[in-house]
T-cell receptor, first 113, second 114 residues
Framework: AQSVTQLGSHVSVSEGALVLLRCNYSSSVPPYLFWYVQYPNQGLQLLLK??????LVKGINGFEAEFKKSETSFHLTKPSAHMSDAAEYFCAVMSSSASKIIFGSGTRLSIRP | DTEVTQTPKHLVMGMTNKKSLKCEQH?????MYWYKQKAKKPPELMFVYSYEKLSINESVPSRFSPECPNSSLLNLHLHALQPEDSALYLC?????????????FGPGTRLTVL
């Protein structure tokens, strides 16, 4: 069965610093992976997705993620944090039947001035 | 139009009330979803409609009743809810079928049950 694990329920970085949010997956088939962002009192917005076309995936708002099969990881990074990046971030994997998305527990990103 | 809309934005209801949440998309998507999200938790899948037929019910209590009148609309009828049902209810849509496509989410309805 597919699953994702997000390491760290809360990450705090200084404005301008590197953002690294960790996600490890478990999948019996080649995974389809996603990162979503949720700002306070809003729905979820897709940041980027991996569908096996390229291991380095670029998304919106300067975020990118690298798929590493050997490490079963799909970590999200951004070179320079901005105050507006403060939000909840969810890593997710598509189920093998493509009938639903399975979410990780989420990581809350805080940005220090 | 690449938007999923949800109404109302906020809803307060008593335990004896009957109310409905509405969701609409005009992206031609054939799969639509209802999620429940409690504070500081990921969304929990409740129902999936595929080509207007209920394909997944994640053992949701019968006080929640989904309806898909057509391919663009999804409703969630609420009756005799409990205070623990207070949450953010999110609707989403995707292309559907066997395609591995992302889901597009609406802004949610914040439900409070008194």
């Amino acid at each position: 069965a597919q699953s994702v694990t997000q390491l760290g329920s809360h990450v705090s970085v200084s404005e301008g610093a590197l953002v690294l949010l960790r996600c490890n997956y478990s999948s019996s088939v080649p995974p389809y992976l996603f990162w979503y962002v949720q700002y306070p009192n809003q729905g979820l917005q897709l940041l980027l997705k991996y569908t096996s076309a390229a291991t380095l995936v670029k998304g919106i708002n300067g975020f990118e993620a690298e798929f590493k099969k050997s490490e079963t990881s799909f970590h999200l990074t951004k070179p320079s944090a901005h105050m507006s990046d403060a939000a909840e971030y969810f890593c997710a994997v598509m189920s093998s039947s493509a009938s639903k998305i399975i979410f990780g527990s989420g990581t809350r990103l805080s940005i220090r001035p | 139009d690449t938007e999923v809309t949800q109404t109302p934005k906020h809803l307060v209801m008593g335990m004896t009330n009957k109310k409905s949440l509405k969701c609409e998309q005009h992206m031609g998507h054939r799969a639509m979803y209802w999620y429940k999200q409690k504070a500081k938790k990921p969304p929990e899948l409740m129902f999936v409609y595929s080509y207007e037929k209920l394909s997944i019910n994640e053992s949701v209590p019968s006080r929640f009743s989904p309806e898909c009148p057509n391919s663009s609309l999804l409703n969630l009828h609420l009756h005799a809810l409990q205070p623990e049902d207070s949450a953010l209810y999110l609707c989403a849509s995707s292309q559907g079928g066997s395609s591995y496509n992302e889901q597009f989410f609406g802004p949610g309805t914040r439900l409070t049950v008194l």
